[in-house]
């Protein structure tokens, strides 16, 4: 007899509910297949489902419970801020929390820079092009420059232009370098972060499969944001104001804080540490006077 849609995803949550993992995993993978919304299966759970398609099913499932394997690595997409993006294991997977960065950036952009539309904005450590394309997206007066050290993560990134109508600039270097001489107005970064101690208790859909390039943010997670902040007068622009926004780790907000009002202590105009929707600290945003150089 032939298998229900319905009998196939109780199968699977009743399998991840087992192995503590995401119990929504069944229905995500059972729409990719079948190219439906989540609205299409659950109007038709009686529906039957091919032999072929409960084996993928199957198959996807127990790999993700068993191994670990992201299910945005299988069906080979994740969504961000209401588009679907190109993901394979050379970037990271786009995370919620990251589409408030994007908010916030826009936000900021029109407070500081109301009179100024056209703004040169630059993505650091760019990974899928999720923030860039999406900056490009929303914001099509703005010229988007995209930056990584993975030629195989530009290469998604790319592609994801591509595919979604964005203009970006992109270039491939170690984090500012490539940007040496060129002058902007705003730079967004999700740089990594993770400690070395956070390194050893990630989850093994992360460890095993994310790459360590994009995650490892030195001892105390901070490399980076170090690098990035003490280079930022090398692409100032023309315009009185810079923004620097930042994504950040859970515990980092005041460190991150440091760094910039260190860097700048004459300068800051505005220096803020914004919480996620879970109320962790996620962003550090900053709006520099210029200083004179």
């Not at 929504?24 to 032999?51: F, H, K, M, W, Y």
């Not at 127990?62 to 993006?85: E, L, W």
């Not at 170690?174 to 999700?190: A, H, K, Q």
């Not at 440091?258 to 300068?267: C, N, R, Y």
Request: aromatic share 10%; proline share 5%; net charge negative.
């Amino acid at each position: 007899m032939t298998e229900k849609r319905y009998e196939l995803l109780n199968w699977a949550s009743a399998l991840l509910k087992a192995h503590h993992r995401d119990t929504n995993i069944g229905e995500i993978l059972l729409c990719e297949r079948l190219q439906i919304s989540r609205t299409a299966l659950l109007a038709g759970l009686r529906e039957p489902v091919s032999d072929q398609d409960a084996s993928w099913v199957r198959e996807c499932v127990s790999d993700h419970v068993y191994h670990g394997t992201p299910v945005q690595y299988m069906i080979g997409s994740a969504p961000f801020y209401g588009r679907s993006f190109k993901v394979t294991p050379d970037v990271l997977i786009p995370r919620q929390e990251t589409e408030e960065l994007v908010w916030r950036v826009g936000q900021w952009a029109d407070r500081y820079f109301s009179n100024q539309k056209q703004l040169a904005v630059c993505d650091i450590g760019t990974g899928s092009g999720a923030i860039a394309v999406t900056l490009a997206l929303e914001h099509p007066e703005w010229h988007v420059t995209a930056v990584d050290v993975s030629a195989k993560a530009l290469d998604v990134a790319r592609q994801n232009a591509a595919l979604l109508g964005a203009k970006v600039n992109f270039r491939q270097g170690d984090l500012l370098e490539p940007l040496n001489g060129e002058s902007f107005d705003l730079l967004v970064s999700n740089p990594p972060y993770i400690t070395s101690q956070e390194m050893d208790r990630l989850d093994d859909t992360v460890s095993h499969f994310e790459p360590h390039l994009a995650l490892f943010g030195g001892e105390d997670g901070l490399d980076f944001y170090r690098r990035i902040i003490n280079d930022l007068p090398l692409i100032f622009g023309q315009s009185p104001y810079f923004i620097a926004a930042f994504e950040i780790g859970a515990y980092q907000g005041k460190a991150v804080k440091e760094l910039i009002h260190s860097a700048f202590p004459h300068h800051i105009e505005s220096l803020s540490i914004e919480k996620d929707i879970a109320g962790y600290d996620r962003n550090v945003l900053a709006v520099l006077r210029k200083p004179a150089l």
